[in-house]
């Protein structure tokens, strides 16, 4: 059979996706980029916000639409909070909550009885997402999380914590290695909590990882402040740990950190920027930030804003807050108008971007090495480019780099979608 996965949301869902991709390909199954030829189509649903509950229903009704043939299987987030309006929804056969998600491949064959062998499977040899032309693998490593931040509904979701054994995560990431992957990315629901029930943490499962696996990139995913362990930036040593990391901030004013729950504070926050920023050459730190929480005066948004500038990150990832049932946010008095979120939204996307290409401008005639991906038609230029990423996380592209290579670059110029780059002879 053919499988279309598609997921919305985060890290984890991709990661999710390509453990389901591997297990229906070693039970011969082959997976497909095509929506419109597959025979199953399984949609990775998210639920962090409101409206990415509205873009889930959307595209699950999209996905009917433009496949009305293929079996619809639809878990995460939505699917779980939402287990009966997901399943009523036009062309779903099937609903696998976050809680059977490690069985969503059997349940799909058997339960919507597809459960036979292809007459000639694939060779197990053979991985499935490389063959989609990756170059990178999200590595799932725990699920759940034991904080309740008031504003988020994913704990709710996700469940308790739960780490995968420290062996299972370093024969995968052989495993994709061997088959041609050339970085890995960490993730987790709360990633900083890894091993915390199986007796690890988070410091020994990297240093594992770049003893024990020859993978040449790995990198992490969002990474809460107060998880960072003793002597963490240390491992950086290693330069096959990526110098970026993205640590959510949420908000820049104590007070309104308070009231979301949030384990760190502006000076905690501060002091671990500085020093990743001093032990590690080209550090690039991004953030989340919301905005609009119940009840955020005015003067408590120009505390985060003068924050934001103080700090100087490579990047932000702006929301606004989305009123979840099931959180304690949702019992807070004093709402934020759309107006006024869409006006400071709009004012951070301003210093986003500014701050962005600051860091790009001190990036710039530095040499780096980059993983190039597939090439693509450059619209703007009628060219073909590949692009890339620098170890700190930067957009780069290059005229002629081959596909999935790690090559050494200088940056050069840049434009408002990447950097250019040319190449330095070893």
């Known amino acids: 059979m053919l499988i279309h996965l598609k997921a919305l949301g985060c890290r984890l869902n991709e990661a999710e996706l390509e453990t389901w991709a591997q297990s229906f390909h070693q039970l011969g199954h082959q997976i497909s980029s095509e929506l419109n030829q597959a025979d199953v189509v399984i949609l990775n649903s998210c639920a962090v916000t409101q409206e ?10 999209r996905l009917h639409h433009e496949n009305p043939t293929a079996k619809l299987v639809v878990s995460g987030c939505y699917a779980t909070l939402n287990e009966t309006e997901a399943a009523q929804l036009l062309g779903v056969d099937l609903v696998v909550s976050n809680q059977d998600k490690a069985q969503l491949v059997e349940k799909t064959l058997s339960q919507l009885n ?5 007459t000639m ?3 197990p040899t053979e991985h ?7 170059q990178r693998a999200f590595i799932k490593v725990q699920d759940g999380c034991r904080y309740r931040c008031t504003f988020c509904i994913v704990t709710v979701a996700r469940g308790e914590e739960k780490s995968r054994h420290l062996q299972a995560i370093l024969d995968e990431i052989n495993q994709l290695h061997q ?3 050339n970085e890995v990315i960490l993730t987790g629901v709360h990633l900083g909590g890894y091993g915390s ?4 943490n988070l410091f020994t499962l990297i240093e594992t990882i770049l003893e024990q696996t020859k993978i040449p990139r790995v990198r992490l995913g969002s990474l809460e402040p107060w998880d960072l362990p003793e002597n963490f930036f240390s491992l950086f040593q290693n330069q096959r740990l990526m110098p970026h990391l993205h640590l959510p901030l949420q908000s820049g004013c104590d007070s309104v950190l308070k009231r979301m729950a949030r384990r760190c504070k502006t000076q905690e926050f501060a002091d671990i920027v500085q020093k990743a920023r001093a032990e590690i050459t080209d550090f690039n730190i991004t953030t989340d930030v919301m905005v609009g929480f119940p009840d955020e005066t005015e003067a408590e948004w120009q505390q985060t804003v003068e924050f934001i500038q103080k700090i100087g990150f490579g990047d932000l990832h702006i929301f606004s807050y989305s009123h979840r049932e099931g959180t304690k946010a949702a019992t807070f008095a004093n709402p934020i ?18 701050m962005k290409q600051n860091f790009i401008d001190t990036q710039l005639n530095k040499i780096c090495t980059v993983l190039w991906e597939s090439p693509q038609h450059d619209a703007r230029t009628d060219k073909m480019i590949t692009l890339g990423y620098t170890p700190n996380y930067l957009r780069v592209a290059s005229d002629d780099a081959p596909e999935n290579t790690l090559s050494n670059v ?4 840049k434009n408002e979608r990447f950097i250019n780059t040319s190449p330095i002879k070893n």
């Open 197 to 200: 029930e199986i007796n690890l």
């Open 114 to 118: 597809l459960n036979t062998m292809p």
């Open 179 to 181: 088959q041609g992957i």
């Open 410 to 413: 200088m940056l050069t110029t």
């Open 121 to 123: 499977a694939t060779e």
């Open 128 to 134: 499935t997402l490389f063959r989609r032309g990756r």
């Open 337 to 354: 108008t759309k107006e006024i979120k869409k006006q400071r939204s709009q004012q951070l996307h301003a210093i986003a971007k500014q």
């Open 52 to 61: 990415a509950a509205r873009k889930s229903r959307q595209l699950i009704r």
